[in-house]
């Protein structure tokens, strides 16, 4: 009896894994499916995209949609300016100024924002000083409120900082992302306060004991805020298109969206940018997964 319920149980468990194998399996598929029709539609005749039946793996690998988006515009690589003297770079295909742009935004938001983030949950977590419960409730109050609420101070700022129409009028409202704060104050709760009394006693000031003891125990924390930061940034399409107007200040997916026109949508060339725009952020995620997946499920189990 014994052994015909083990023999049971055996196989509830052989057919649950071989259902839980196959439903990862259809939903892997299904998510990873846009991408493979963007990288293989890049790569495929103008003929076959508008094709009525789909055309799954493309006949005839061709170049001509990244050719058709790299000789339509032309910018110059970088501009640095100091004071009276602008040094220019080599003049290349917009999309890759373009390119190096969003590139720039998204890495400069994602350090600035892992950064203030970090040290500000730090402070909330581990301080105790007037007002901290009333900055904690303002920092909440605000991850609910839309950005298109403060859009129009919001432009009204940075064009009175001469920032308008600068990558900087992207990165720094991102900085201020109340989510990042809220994440990493709730890493930095779990941190025993010992550990801080005990670097208060040796002697430690408050960045050694930030940059030698906190950080580095809330550094999932900031995996996933770095990663969270960085496609949030990348996705930030309405407030790309308000703050940026310069050819050579768009980013990658403004960029692209004003090769369209208005009667016609040219497929093949959205593809190709779409695939080029898509190789950096996979890169990123690929970097930061260990401390992506340690942030989601650090918490989730206590023992």
């Not at 649950?16 to 194998?21: L, P």
């Amino acid at each position: 009896m014994k052994q015909q319920r083990l023999t049971t149980n055996t196989r509830k468990a052989g057919a649950y894994q071989i259902f839980s194998f196959v439903l990862v399996a259809v939903i892997a598929i299904l998510f990873a499916f846009p991408l493979y029709w963007i990288l293989t539609g890049a790569f495929k005749t103008g003929q076959e995209i508008n094709s009525t039946t789909p055309v799954w793996v493309p006949s005839q690998w061709v170049s001509d949609n990244f050719d058709r988006l790299m000789s339509k515009r032309s910018a110059p690589l970088f501009e640095i300016s100091l004071g009276k003297f602008l040094i220019t770079g080599p003049v290349v295909p917009a999309a890759i100024r373009w390119l190096v742009n969003t590139v720039f935004m998204s890495v400069s938001s994602m350090l600035l924002t892992c950064l203030t983030a970090a040290m500000a949950g730090y402070v909330l977590a581990k301080k105790r000083f007037w007002g901290r419960g009333l900055i904690f409730s303002l920092i909440v109050c605000a991850m609910a409120l839309p950005k298109q609420v403060i859009l129009i101070p919001l432009v009204r700022e940075m064009n009175a900082l001469n920032l308008y129409d600068s990558i900087w009028a992207v990165i720094f409202p991102i900085v201020g992302w109340p989510f990042g704060v809220f994440l990493l104050k709730q890493f930095a709760e779990g941190i025993p306060t010992e550990m801080v009394e005990a670097c208060r006693i040796d002697g430690a000031s408050e960045w050694r004991t930030f940059t030698d003891v906190m950080f580095p125990m809330i550094k999932p924390g900031v995996g996933a805020c770095a990663i969270f930061t960085f496609i949030n940034s990348w996705n930030d399409y309405f407030m790309q298109l308000i703050m940026l107007v310069s050819n050579k200040n768009l980013t990658i997916s403004l960029g692209i969206a004003t090769m369209q026109s208005e009667n016609s949508t040219d497929f093949g060339l959205l593809m190709a940018g779409s695939a080029l725009a898509s190789v950096p952020i996979i890169i990123v995620f690929l970097i930061f997964q260990k401390y992506f997946t340690k942030g989601i499920t650090m918490g989730a189990v206590k023992g």
